[in-house]
């Protein structure tokens, strides 16, 4: 069974940085390329960063995605955040012909 579990979320300042994690099992990790997505209030989910692939334009330079194959895990490195980035973050994983997602972890970015 595919778990996929976001964590690290928060309320930061704009400015400030803040890293996301999501804990996965139920699949050969290291096999398959993950995703980090956002939905913000009102919007339509879009895709944040996927490893060794594309950035969203709007968060290039600011985010970096990575993986630690060992500990299933797969991080979103958020710097210089914004209040534009305010969203709940999700991760996902294509596997076996289904999309898999988290529930996802808020970030609130306000002073």
């Known amino acids: 069974q595919v778990q996929l579990v976001e964590s690290g979320g928060g309320l930061v300042q704009p400015g400030g940085s803040l890293r996301l994690s999501c804990a996965a099992s139920?699949?050969?990790?290291?096999?398959?390329?993950m995703s980090w997505h956002r939905q913000a209030p009102g919007k339509e989910r879009e895709l944040v960063a996927r490893?060794?692939?594309n950035y969203a334009d709007s968060v290039k330079g600011r985010f970096t995605i990575s993986r630690d194959n060992a500990n299933n895990t797969v991080y979103l490195q958020m710097n210089n955040l914004a209040p534009d980035d305010t969203a709940v973050y999700y991760c996902?994983?294509?596997?076996?012909?289904?999309?898999?997602w988290g529930r996802g972890t808020l970030v609130t970015v306000s002073s």
């Open positions: 996902r994983v294509f596997y076996g012909g289904m999309d898999y």
């Open positions: 139920g699949f050969t990790f290291s096999l398959y390329p």
């Open positions: 490893i060794m692939s």
